[in-house]
């Protein structure tokens, strides 16, 4: 079945770092793929999203790029700041899927510190 | 943008107890609404599609007598917990999306959660 993948937290970095998270998927055809954050205590927003091949998603600084040979999603930012500390959850959602659910993978805990 | 409504955002019930949760597409009309558990540290497991003016359909392993889902509207969905237990204390999370015809290139929007407590 399908599934995503993503690096295991907490990633703890210093503001103004560079994050990467990566996330690979597994899926039959062709998904769309997201990013989510959730805040402490809060549902989650979504951060971004690519829908093909070699789409980058970009929203507030960070960037993922639907890479499907390598069947990956990888989350970027430049420079974090305190205010980035969340959970980012990757996600995808398939054509296929009865009601086009998404499927989470386990979520990465980000702390930023100052 | 969409803005999905949860309430309550917090519950404290006694076993034993019904908890009833609502959720609310306040600017767009939701079809299909979904809802999520997550236990703490843990990613989001989906519980059930609810569907306007049919039966929900629930996920391998959720007792659909015990999660209540009742989706009467366009704009309401709501999830209750019968005869709760301690074990049933978690994140409760519903999301929806906009339109009448579910995308799966549509992102799913979030409500803020609802933490049940059951003592």
């Known amino acids: 079945g399908d599934s995503v993948t993503q690096m295991e937290g907490p990633v703890t970095l210093s503001e103004e770092a560079f994050l990467t998270i990566n996330c690979t998927y597994t899926?039959?055809?062709?998904?769309?793929l997201f990013w989510y954050v959730q805040y402490p205590g809060e549902g989650l927003q979504l951060l971004l999203k690519?829908?093909?091949?070699?789409d980058k998603g970009s929203n507030k600084g960070f960037e993922a790029t639907y890479r499907k040979e390598t069947t990956s999603f990888h989350l970027e930012k430049g420079s974090v700041q305190v205010s980035d500390s969340a959970v980012y959850f990757c996600a995808l959602s398939a054509l296929y899927n009865q009601g086009g659910k998404l499927i989470f993978g386990q979520g990465t805990e980000l702390s930023v510190k100052p | 943008g969409a803005v999905v409504s949860q309430h309550p955002s917090r519950v404290i019930c006694k076993s034993g107890t019904s908890v009833k949760i609502e959720c609310r597409s306040l600017d767009f009309q939701a079809t299909t609404m979904f809802w999520y558990r997550q236990f703490p540290k843990q990613s989001l497991m989906l519980m059930a599609t609810?569907?306007?003016?049919?039966?929900?359909?629930?996920e391998q392993g959720v007792e659909k007598d015990k999660f209540l889902i009742n989706h009467a509207s366009l704009t309401l969905s709501t999830l209750t917990v019968t005869s709760a237990h301690p074990e049933d204390s978690s994140f409760y999370i519903c999301s929806a999306s906009p339109g009448q015809g579910f995308s799966y290139n549509s992102p799913l929007h979030f409500g803020n959660g609802t933490r049940l407590t059951v003592t």
């Open positions: 609810s569907n306007e003016g049919s039966k929900a359909t629930y």
């Open positions: 690519a829908t093909k091949a070699d």
């Open positions: 899926a039959t055809g062709y998904p769309s």
